[in-house]
């Protein structure tokens, strides 16, 4: 018998045919868990993108974890989808090479917008949020919803200590210049004084994600620095979305 | 049936605590390093690992006598990846934040020794229900460790427990400070060897004949 089962085993056309049975067996397998679960997914991936956003605009509260009926009434009522085109003009629908932002309103009224950010780290792309205030230079909060950096390291970019830092940055210098906004190696309060408004605290043992994230940060930055302008130019005014949307 | 548990009972003891696999065969040190900044992480790591454990145990165990022998690398592998690539779906879609920070770590369990060590080593030889129990104490061994290790880089390096603050504020109004160290690789480094010596100088457990 046991011999019988040693020569089976060693004929080539079963190995071959055993190896096929367990491919299909097991790509039918895997291939039913992910489109079985795709849709809850992708309705976790969309809610974790709206809260991020929401995040870094600082509508979320901080305290407790809001349901997602909630996460979506807020970004009903506060966040608007829209486009700008290469000269900083907001456009409702997308066109050319125009670029995505959020607006944030209340009652209609524009208080900041948000940028996307998609940059570089170290094992793989970072993608977050980055919300202004109005007047097209303060940044009014930071958010990260994907990043494969590693855990307790860089992964700390999405924890709370470090996102709270960015508020109240400025990306303009002295003299009107785009800076961005970088992370520190260390702590900002070692930092020259004047260089202070314009960096974060670093992570330590994440230099290198620090480094790239400022880099794709000032990249973001430097693209949509057309539409910063225009904020820049309505400084204190109030601005009805639909009056952005039709000049 | 008495005889039947206690030889459930020999191989999830021998599992868990005499060959544990951290400790003892020093495999799976690569996430336990990983995984254990956190409490939260480190329990989803080894709930993943325990149940893949098993499973690939009680399938590879159940195919033993169809698998070539000349393919049996591949075919455990396959076995194993599929399931660690079912259960990182599972976790994306039910618990969405922590599949978040386990990152890539959830799929680098196909390549953790434990699991290939048990299937090669025990599922191979031995019947499906056994493999699954040694796969299932393989898998809690290698938890204990983890969250043992999880649970003093969690205390020393943030003060917190599972995400709270367990340190009081007056501690560190005295000077008290989080140990950094305990955060970085380094860190778990030392909480594992000093756990192994700890564990392996234990009365009656130590393996070397002196």
Not at chain 2, 120 to 144: H, I, K, R, T
Not at chain 2, 147 to 169: D, H, T, W
């Amino acid at each position: 018998m046991s011999d019988n089962k040693k020569s089976f085993k060693k004929n080539r056309i079963y190995v071959v045919f055993f190896a096929l049975v367990i491919a299909l067996v097991f790509s039918v397998l895997i291939t039913t868990a992910a489109t079985m679960l795709k849709p809850l997914q992708q309705q976790n991936m969309a809610l974790d993108k709206k809260t991020n956003l929401l995040e870094a605009a600082g509508l979320v509260p901080e305290d407790r974890k809001p349901s997602p009926e909630e996460i979506k009434q807020i970004y009903d009522t506060h966040i608007r989808e829209v486009h700008a085109d290469p000269r900083g003009q907001i456009l409702e629908t997308p066109a050319g090479n125009s670029l995505q932002l959020y607006l944030i309103h209340t009652d209609q009224q524009v208080q900041g917008y948000i940028v996307p950010i998609s940059s570089r780290g170290l094992w793989g792309k970072i993608h977050g949020y980055l919300a202004f205030e109005q007047d097209g230079e303060t940044v009014a909060g930071f958010s990260v919803y994907s990043h494969s950096e590693t855990p307790g390291l860089g992964g700390e970019i999405e924890s709370n200590w470090f996102q709270d830092n960015f508020k109240g940055k400025k990306i303009l210098n002295a003299s009107n210049q785009l800076v961005s906004v970088g992370i520190a190696k260390g702590k900002v309060e070692n930092l020259p004084d004047k260089l202070q408004d314009h960096y974060v605290d670093g992570i330590s043992g994440a230099t290198l994600t620090g480094r790239y994230l400022s880099e794709g940060l000032e990249e973001t930055l430097t693209k949509y620095e057309t539409v910063s302008i225009i904020f820049r130019q309505k400084k204190g005014s109030q601005t009805n979305v639909e009056t952005i949307l039709d000049e | 049936m008495h005889t039947n548990l206690s030889h459930y009972k020999e191989i999830l003891i021998k599992g868990i605590w005499r060959e544990n696999p951290v400790a003892y065969q020093v495999l799976g040190i690569c996430s336990a390093l990983a995984v254990t900044v956190k409490m939260s992480t480190a329990v989803v790591m080894s709930i993943a690992l325990s149940l893949v454990a098993a499973f690939s145990g009680l399938i590879i165990s159940s195919l033993r006598h169809w698998i070539p022998s000349n393919i049996r690398i591949i075919v455990e592998l396959t076995v194993i990846a599929s399931l660690v690539i079912v259960t990182d779906q599972i976790l994306k879609a039910y618990l969405y934040d922590i599949s978040k920070q386990l990152s890539i770590f959830v799929g680098l369990i196909i390549t953790n020794c434990i699991i290939l060590g048990r299937a090669e080593a025990f599922a191979m030889a031995n019947n499906p229900a056994d493999s699954f129990v040694d796969g299932l104490a393989n898998g809690l061994g290698y938890s204990m460790i983890l969250l043992a290790v999880a649970f003093l880089r969690e205390l020393l390096g943030s003060g917190q427990f599972f995400g709270f603050s367990v340190i009081p504020q007056f501690l560190y109004d005295m000077g008290f400070q989080d140990m950094g160290i305990m955060v970085l690789a380094p860190g778990a480094f030392f909480i594992i060897g000093l756990l192994v010596w700890l564990k392996n100088s234990l009365p009656g457990v130590s393996h070397e004949k002196k």
